[in-house]
Nanobody, 120 residues
Framework: QVQLVESGGGLVQPGGSLRLSCAASGTIFTVNAMGWYRQAPGKQRELVASIFSSGLTRYTESVKGRFTISRDNAKNTVYLQMNSLKPEDAAVYYC??????????????WGQGTQVTVSS
């Protein structure tokens, strides 16, 4: 199995920055799309940003121009640089990756989540 381990969450003031990291480990043949979701209390989980193995990126409208997703394929790691944070960005952020333990199949793996709190 493939595990995703997130780090980098915490408390930040409005306007501040945080960088989330998520590393995939285990039996890995390849990692395809990677992304970040978030879920705030009482709200549905939403896709924040995604990045494909080609480097193509996509963002939800509310974070465009403030968040940047990137990946290091050699390390099977995805990052989310979050700038100009707003209180409405506060949520538990989850990393996800479409992983292939072998050439025969692939599945979506999820991290345990990391809390991001934006408050003065």
């Amino acid at each position: 199995q493939v595990q995703l381990v997130e780090s980098g969450g915490g408390l930040v003031q409005p306007g501040g920055s945080l960088r989330l990291s998520c590393a995939a480990s285990g039996t890995i043949f390849t990692v395809n799309a990677m992304g970040w979701y978030r879920q705030a209390p009482g709200k549905q989980r939403e896709l924040v940003a995604s990045i494909f193995s080609s480097g193509l990126t996509r963002y939800t409208e509310s974070v465009k121009g403030r968040f940047t997703i990137s990946r290091d394929n050699a390390k099977n790691t995805v990052y989310l640089q979050m700038n100009s944070l707003k209180p409405e960005d506060a949520a538990v952020y989850y990393c996800t990756a479409r992983v292939a333990p072998s050439s025969l199949y692939e599945y979506d793996s999820w991290g345990q989540g990391t809390q991001v709190t934006v408050s003065s």
